[in-house]
Structures are given as C-alpha cells and as structure tokens.
C-alpha cells in the first residue's frame, strides 16, 4: 500500500511568519511531487511540483525534497491571512499508473493576523 | 475554455435513486480523472481515461459506478443506487499527454439522504 502521510494539523502561524508543511511517502521510486491548496469547499489548486532533490522556490514558497528520507515540504515564508487552507501533499509514483496522484489528508493551515 | 467544468456543482438525491455527473476538461487535454473527497481527507483515485479509453479503476469503484468519456472529449460519472456513504466531493482533472500538470474542476458536492 503506497502511502502519504501528512501532520493533520492544524498548524497556527502569525501573520508574517514562516509556516513549515511537511509529508512523507512510502514508495521509495516516487518520482513526482506537488504541494496543493486547497480552500474550504472548493478543490485543490496545484501550487508547487518538484521532481528532483533539493529546494525549488516561486515566490513566498518553497518545495524540499529529500528522497533518501523520503521527505517533501513546503516553506510559506512572510504568511499571510489568505494563506489560510489545507495544503495537501501529493505523490506520483513510477511502475505502470505513473500517472495517478496519491494524496496525504492534508495540513489545515491557519494564519493569524 | 480556461478551465475544467463540472456540473451541477451540488447534487441532494435520495438513498437509492441514480445521479449522474458531467465533467468537461480543458479542451486539449487528453487525459481525465475522477477523484473522490470525503471530510478530512485528501482525494482518493477513481478512474482514468486516455482519450476515450478507460485505463484504470480503482477498487473503490464499485459495481454502482461507471464511467464514460464518448469520443474523448467530455466525461460521465454514473452511480447507481446511491448509498449514504457515497456522500462525497467527486473532483474531475485533466492532464495533457505530457507532464503532469493536472488542473482540477470546482467538483460535484453529493448528498445522500
């Protein structure tokens, strides 16, 4: 059973500070790795896809992948109110449904004014 | 077509009547997918098509469920005989060929009373 874990949260962060999103796989041949947001009642927004090991940064965010420790986060830096939401980890495992997102539960992330 | 389109956006029917949803994805997508979201979890996989073929199923895809996608273009999601516990979001993606840049309708919330 390939599987994504995620801290349900949920995480409580001041306006302004850095919010830390984290996810673990199970799959060592994982290939694909994406951070989504998602607010209440509506669906998931991609927000950040990384593929290879180290930082990848857009912005305020920022993806780290670690596949020795199989290991993906998400940095928010300077958080904002509008922030607020589930950030959900995602995985792309390789093998024959290398198309097919596993997700974690989610991270309920609130920012604070 | 900025977008995929799903409809209805809310759907309340009664145990044991037949719903059907439609998801339209972004017209140069060829790939599409239906997930399903439950309260407090992330999307769980359902099914996927390559154009107007049925690839994958998931086993969570019971007997009551069937899909389509005539011609490749748009998608159907049936379930017959509706239960309670198919209270869910069902979320339609599409995805082109290439990459994997999946994009997410705005999902079908159904209630089963």
């Known amino acids: 059973q390939k599987e994504v874990e995620q801290n349900s949260g949920p995480l409580s962060v001041p306006e302004g500070a850095i919010a830390s999103l984290n996810c673990t796989y199970s799959?060592?041949?994982?290939?694909?790795f994406f951070w989504y947001r998602q607010y209440s009642g509506k669906s998931p927004e991609l927000i950040m896809s990384i593929y290879s090991n180290g930082d990848k940064e857009d912005g305020r965010f920022t993806a780290q992948l670690n596949k020795a420790s199989q290991y993906v986060s998400l940095l928010i830096r300077d958080s904002q109110p509008s922030d607020s939401a589930t950030y959900l980890c995602?995985?792309?495992?390789?093998?024959?449904?290398?198309?097919?997102?596993?997700f974690g539960k989610g991270t309920l992330l609130t920012v604070n004014p | 077509d900025t977008g995929v389109s799903q409809d209805p956006r809310h759907k309340i029917t009664k145990r044991g009547q037949n719903v059907t949803f439609r998801c339209d994805p972004i017209s140069e997508h060829n790939r599409l997918y239906w997930y399903r979201q439950t309260l407090g979890q992330g999307p769980e996989f359902l099914t996927y098509?390559?154009?107007?073929?049925?690839?994958?199923k998931s086993r969570l895809l019971s007997d009551r469920f069937s899909a389509e996608r005539p011609k490749g273009s748009f998608s159907t999601l049936e379930i017959q005989r509706t239960e309670q516990g198919d209270s869910a979001m069902y979320l339609c993606?599409?995805?082109?060929?290439?990459?994997?840049?999946?994009?997410f309708g705005s999902g079908t919330r159904l209630t089963v009373v």
């Open positions: 799959d060592r041949v994982s290939q694909s």
């Open positions: 995602a995985v792309i495992y390789s093998g024959g449904s290398n198309y097919k997102l596993t």
């Open positions: 098509f390559q154009n107007e073929a049925q690839l994958e």
């Open positions: 993606a599409s995805s082109p060929s290439t990459g994997y840049g999946y994009t």
